[in-house]
């Protein structure tokens, strides 16, 4: 799925809208539903910005729990979302070498929004 195909949503969609979207790009939609416990058509309103619920909370819990996994660089092992957006923004932990050496990875890691498209090809940790 591209990102027009999110349009719906605005410039910045969701970060779990674009988790969705990216799944069904990989599958599609059906394979998707299955994945997250849901059904073609609500991934398809999801995706649509037209889930007909006041909340979209419940779809967000599921996309987050069953697609959030990140393979952390610094790391080397699978971590969630939070737990990455929570290394990434804490501040420079120069108290201890080897947690700065993972925050200055996640400074320039691919998974950081903040890092601009050259950046994101040369995330390494040294």
């Known amino acids: 799925m591209s990102a027009a195909h999110l349009q719906a949503w605005g410039?910045?969609?969701?970060?779990?809208?674009?988790?969705?979207?990216a799944e069904v790009a990989r599958s599609n939609i059906t394979a998707t539903g299955?994945?997250?416990?849901?059904?073609?058509?609500?991934v398809s309103?999801?995706?649509?910005?037209?889930?007909p619920s006041p909340s979209t909370a419940g779809v967000e819990r599921?996309?987050?729990d069953?697609?959030?996994?990140?393979?952390?660089?610094?790391?080397?092992?699978?971590?969630?979302v939070e737990q990455c957006q929570s290394y990434r923004e804490k501040p420079?932990?120069?108290?201890?070498?080897?947690?700065?050496?993972?925050w200055k990875a996640c400074q320039h890691c691919a998974f950081n929004p903040?890092?601009?498209?050259?950046?994101?090809?040369?995330?390494?940790?040294?």
């Open 114 to 126: 903040s890092c601009n498209a050259q950046e994101k090809h040369h995330a390494r940790l040294h």
């Open 45 to 51: 309103l999801v995706l649509a910005n037209r889930y």
């Open 92 to 102: 420079a932990p120069t108290h201890n070498p080897n947690a700065m050496q993972h």
């Open 34 to 42: 299955k994945r997250i416990g849901m059904s073609r058509s609500t």
């Open 11 to 21: 410039e910045q969609p969701p970060l779990f809208v674009q988790l969705l979207g």
């Open 62 to 64: 599921r996309v987050m």
């Open 66 to 80: 069953a697609l959030g996994r990140l393979e952390c660089v610094a790391l080397g092992e699978e971590i969630n």
